[in-house]
């Protein structure tokens, strides 16, 4: 199922409760309930209520979306380190040159294919990928260099594949969701209680208060679902992608 389709249903959702529960209180109120006289207290509580699961919800915002930023950045440094060992290696024989070249793109055109599948599909990586990536560090690395041109570039080269290696253990630790069952836990319970004090607040079936009411949860609902999807940034609608790779690999098809 579409992920807009899902979340055009939750808002959906959310409404048609309000509305039907907001309803049906209406109907089996007693007929001498006045919803003007609530306690002051509950509105203040209400208040409160509502501030401070805004807080949670903006912070829990803010770490799904940083953790997607560092995803994409984790990228980012693989495909330029990757980028920088096919082209320093320039200095190196041809025959030398070349092998190293060829474990270069093996090893992205993997990444950008199968491997991105399975991040998405199974939020872990490929041991053919583990298996292509040191393959390129043997040859880099058992190389011995035999000018002191070459010797300069030997150095830089190990440091590249060793950074290459850092960004992939990186990418790693984050495929899966990020957040941990009890925040989700205190999420949905606080969207609840949020939701249910406007109950408490005596809200009436006039056509004002129950378009606030829809659209009030309705919004809970979309931010809640803005936490879902970026909780896992290589498998969700605005995750992080193989651009990097691809603009600096325009020879690797996706």
């Given amino acids: 199922m579409p992920e807009w389709l899902v979340l055009t249903l939750a808002m959906l959702a959310a409404c048609a409760v ?23 207290v509950i509105e203040y509580m209400t208040m409160w209520i509502g501030v401070v699961y805004a807080i949670v919800l903006g ?5 799904v979306w940083e953790g997607r930023s560092a995803a994409q950045e984790n990228v ?10 096919s082209e320093r290696v320039r200095v190196y024989p041809a025959e030398i040159r070349d092998r190293i070249r060829d474990d270069v793109n093996a090893y992205v055109g993997h990444v950008v294919t199968t491997e ?3 991040m998405a599909d199974h939020g872990r990586l490929t041991d053919e990928g583990t298996e292509l990536l040191d393959r390129l560090r043997r040859d880099v690395t058992d190389y011995e260099p035999r000018t002191d041109f070459e010797a300069q570039a030997y150095q830089p080269l190990v440091d590249q594949v060793a950074a290459a290696d850092q960004a992939r253990s990186a990418r790693a630790e984050s495929t899966g969701a990020t957040m941990p069952g009890v925040v989700w836990f205190g999420l949905v319970t606080g969207a ?16 004002r208060e129950l378009i606030l009411a829809g659209l009030f ?3 809970i609902a979309f ?21 990097p790779f691809l603009r600096l690999f325009p020879d690797i098809k996706s």
């Fill in 18 to 40: 309000v509305v039907i529960i907001t309803l049906v209180r209406h109907r089996r109120a007693a007929e001498d309930e006045d919803p003007s006289e609530t306690p002051d």
């Fill in 59 to 63: 912070l829990a915002i803010a770490g």
């Fill in 76 to 85: 980012r440094a693989e495909a330029v380190a990757l980028h920088e060992v």
């Fill in 116 to 118: 991105w599948r399975t």
């Fill in 192 to 207: 609840v209680i949020t939701i249910g004090m406007i109950f408490a607040l005596q809200i009436r079936r006039t056509r």
């Fill in 217 to 219: 949860s309705a919004l």
């Fill in 223 to 243: 931010l809640l679902f803005l936490i879902w999807d970026f909780d896992a940034p290589y498998s969700r609608g605005l995750a992080a992608t193989a651009e």
